[in-house]
């Protein structure tokens, strides 16, 4: 499927196909096409649990009052990510780069997030999203559908997959095949209110 076709076909779906199977293959190759979205400064904060057991899934609808995307759609991913990555794993992600781009990066990174837990966790979450959306797209282009969710109790799903302490769920992102058709879209809003030229 064509990049555009993909982008203006991807619509939030509810209800899936629970016959429908990907294989571990078909799911891992979907994950890693989304571990090519950016993050900041490259510290690749984002960790995907794919859950793939039953009963953990029909734990984690409960926990999403109800919704059957969780337990019919082929894949479930809780976007997760790191927040400490910022000082946990800055030399990993610069090695191999030249010894004075460490040095610069290292110092860059320090500087940034150090003591200031809002940037660290609003960093976090912008690299989740933008891995969540990458996913998403990579499934629609495979003629698969999906559905982005933050409709659950984030604790009790952080306690189900054993959430570590340095680590938050961003949301959840369901994938398969539909059964229903996506809803109409309404309420867009104009163009001409969405798009700003230069400034407000």
Request: aromatic share 8%; net charge negative.
């Amino acid at each position: 499927m064509h990049i555009e076709e993909a982008i203006s076909t991807r619509r939030a779906i509810k209800g899936f196909d629970p016959a429908f199977a990907l294989s571990c293959e078909q799911k891992d190759e979907l994950l890693q096409l989304a571990l090519f979205a950016p993050s900041a400064f490259n510290l690749q904060h984002v960790r995907f649990v794919e859950v793939s057991d039953p009963a953990l899934r029909a734990q984690i609808r409960e926990a999403a009052w109800g919704q059957a995307q969780v337990t019919d759609a082929s894949m479930l991913v809780v976007v997760c990510a790191q927040l400490d990555s910022w000082s946990a794993n800055v030399g990993r992600v610069w090695e191999g780069a030249p010894a004075e781009v460490q040095s610069y990066m290292a110092g860059a990174i320090d500087n940034y997030y150090r003591d200031k837990p809002q940037v660290q966790r609003d960093e976090v979450m912008r690299s989740s999203g933008l891995m969540a959306q990458t996913l998403m797209l990579a499934a629609r282009g495979k003629g698969l559908d999906s559905c982005p969710m933050d409709g659950f109790d984030f604790d009790a799903v952080g306690k189900l997959i054993n959430l570590p302490d340095n680590h938050v769920i961003a949301l959840m992102v369901a994938v398969g095949k539909k059964v229903v058709e996506a809803k109409p879209r309404i309420g867009k809003l104009p163009v001409s209110e969405v798009i700003i030229r230069d400034r407000f």
